[in-house]
């Protein structure tokens, strides 16, 4: 009998003292459950519309304008509750809810990235060889070359004409359009190529995409394929050879968002990373009607490739959009960074048994426990991280336990296995408190990445209890 008691007795003590994160299925209510598959399908519609940050810019305005949101002009008026945003250059977009606290008490911001790994063309992309059209590309970001041939790719962009107009080019994504693709070796000639690291089996000048290889009729000239896909682009867009120099154009994956699993629990999609928290911040942002303290949402462009250039979280748009909120009450922009705090929404890595060896078990993110909370990224001995203090870390995690988000502590990896960054590093930098938290990915950064729905609906909620901090 005493030793029954006992082992009741130390089970609550096990309960009480030990941390036991639990898989969110073995939680979640069917009320959640229905409002997870609810915020799945919005979040697939903005995955699906927004293949690049300029159509993530794009999608966001008419998302917003559908919700009361105006566009803020320099002077403007403001009182709470108002709903403003501000358009950096058609590459990033920042929105607000005005708080009724002043300013000088801090914002609550969300801070995340819609640019993602992709193919850019290069300035003199489209050549002819062997009567085949090709354009050259340069990639942007981290990629792994080799996952990037023989998968269906869509265009979309900009190109500025000689006369400055602006034409914007789409060309995959609806029904019907043609597509465009990589080629790669065959098997039976890969003997060579095959003995090379996965690193260096396809060589970024390799990544060539073919557009064409119908020949200009009744000509006699060199070059014919290539004349061929320049008299479509001209008929169709205006465009010469030359204004390909001045133009913005990207290589992204085709297909839409689909559900990954028999349970229909994940969902696979080009561009997870950093959409899926961009959207959070978006939908919990649109969920906030009159909020104690400013509630920002910045979404940054470059993050991919180091937060540089004027679309890009160290670019001086973020702070004239807030100083300019400050200036309209009166009050210093120090004095708002000092207060404000910021969750850097960005994914991390989440734990992958088929790579188990690079991750360490005890302190992975796994798919299907919630947000990902990262106290710091980087690479090695922490370099490159903002490393959020204990008392930040503690707020966060108060704040998620009091709203009942499902969460998790995580690091990207082994600590000697690679590492990454953020957008965290820059917003600490103005002084502001910062800590990352995210969904946790599988294939990170690959044409196709993997999400747990869970994950999402719980970075929601996340950013929901954030814009709802003191
Ligand atoms: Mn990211
Ligand atoms: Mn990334």
């Known amino acids: 009998m005493a030793e029954k008691k006992n082992a009741k007795k130390n089970e609550a003590l096990r309960e009480k003292l030990l941390y036991a994160p639990k898989n969110g299925y073995d939680t979640i209510s069917e009320k959640e459950l229905a409002e997870m598959e609810e915020y799945c399908k919005g979040y697939k519609l903005f995955l699906d519309n927004g293949k690049t940050e300029r159509m993530c810019v794009e999608y966001c305005i008419e998302l917003a304008t559908a919700r009361g949101f105006k566009p803020y002009e320099r002077g403007m008026k403001l009182k709470a509750g108002d709903k403003i945003y501000v358009n950096n250059r058609d590459k990033g977009i920042m929105l607000a809810v005005i708080g009724t606290q002043p300013l000088d008490k801090g914002a609550n911001i969300g801070a995340a990235h819609t640019d993602a790994p992709r193919l850019?063309?290069?300035?003199?992309?489209?050549?002819?060889?062997?009567?085949?059209?090709?354009?050259?590309?340069?990639?942007?970001?981290?990629?792994?070359?080799?996952?990037?041939?023989?998968?269906?790719?869509?265009?979309?962009?900009?190109?500025?004409?000689?006369?400055?107009?602006?034409?914007?080019?789409?060309?995959?994504?609806?029904?019907?359009?043609?597509?465009?693709?990589?080629?790669?070796?065959?098997?039976?000639?890969?003997?060579?190529q095959n003995k090379k690291p996965l690193g260096e089996a396809i060589p970024s000048e390799n990544l060539n995409v073919l557009?064409?290889?119908?020949?200009?009729?009744?000509?006699?000239?060199?070059?014919?394929?290539k004349l061929s896909v320049l008299d479509h682009l001209n008929k169709t867009y205006g465009i010469s050879e030359e204004d390909l120099i001045s133009a913005e154009i990207e290589m992204v994956?085709?297909?839409?968002?689909?559900?990954?699993?028999?349970?229909?629990?994940?969902?696979?999609?080009?561009?997870?990373?950093?959409?899926?928290?961009?959207?959070?911040?978006?939908?919990?942002?649109?969920?906030?009607?009159?909020?104690?303290?400013t509630a920002v949402?910045?979404?940054?462009?470059?993050?991919?490739?180091?937060?540089?250039?004027?679309?890009?979280?160290?670019?001086?748009?973020?702070?004239?959009?807030?100083?300019?909120?400050?200036?309209?009450?009166?009050?210093?922009?120090?004095?708002?960074?000092?207060?404000?705090?910021?969750?850097?929404?960005?994914?991390?890595?989440?734990?992958?048994?088929?790579?188990?060896?690079?991750?360490?078990?005890?302190?992975?993110?796994?798919?299907?426990?919630?947000?990902?909370?990262?106290?710091y990224t980087g690479a090695g001995g922490k370099s490159g991280a903002s490393d959020a203090s204990a008392e930040v870390v503690g707020k966060l995690r108060k704040a998620l336990n009091d709203n009942g988000v499902a969460w998790q502590?995580?690091?990207?990896?082994?600590?000697?296995?690679?590492?990454?960054?953020?957008?965290?590093?820059?917003?600490?930098?103005?002084?502001?408190?910062?800590?990352?938290?995210?969904?946790?990915?599988?294939?990170?950064h690959a044409p196709y990445e993997t999400v747990a729905k869970y994950d999402c609906y719980m970075t929601y909620r996340a950013m929901k209890a954030i814009f709802r901090m003191k």
């Open 120 to 192: 850019d063309l290069k300035p003199r992309p489209l050549y002819e060889d062997s009567e085949i059209a090709y354009f050259k590309t340069h990639h942007y970001g981290g990629i792994r070359k080799y996952q990037w041939v023989t998968v269906p790719l869509e265009l979309h962009g900009v190109a500025v004409l000689r006369d400055g107009t602006v034409q914007k080019i789409s060309v995959g994504r609806d029904e019907g359009d043609p597509q465009f693709i990589i080629n790669d070796l065959l098997p039976h000639l890969g003997r060579e």
């Open 297 to 375: 949402c910045i979404f940054a462009d470059k993050e991919e490739i180091g937060s540089e250039g004027v679309s890009g979280m160290q670019s001086g748009a973020f702070d004239a959009f807030m100083e300019d909120l400050c200036e309209s009450q009166g009050v210093a922009l120090r004095a708002c960074y000092a207060n404000s705090f910021c969750l850097s929404a960005d994914v991390t890595a989440a734990y992958d048994p088929n790579f188990a060896e690079v991750y360490e078990k005890r302190n992975s993110a796994y798919i299907n426990y919630g947000v990902g909370v990262c106290k």
């Open 211 to 225: 557009v064409g290889s119908r020949p200009f009729a009744d000509d006699e000239g060199k070059d014919r394929v």
């Open 253 to 293: 994956p085709a297909g839409t968002a689909r559900d990954i699993g028999f349970d229909r629990s994940l969902i696979a999609a080009y561009g997870h990373d950093d959409r899926v928290c961009a959207y959070a911040e978006l939908a919990a942002l649109f969920a906030v009607e009159k909020p104690e303290k």
């Open 409 to 444: 502590m995580a690091e990207l990896g082994k600590t000697d296995a690679g590492g990454g960054g953020t957008v965290a590093m820059f917003m600490a930098k103005r002084n502001i408190d910062t800590i990352d938290a995210g969904v946790p990915v599988l294939s990170m």
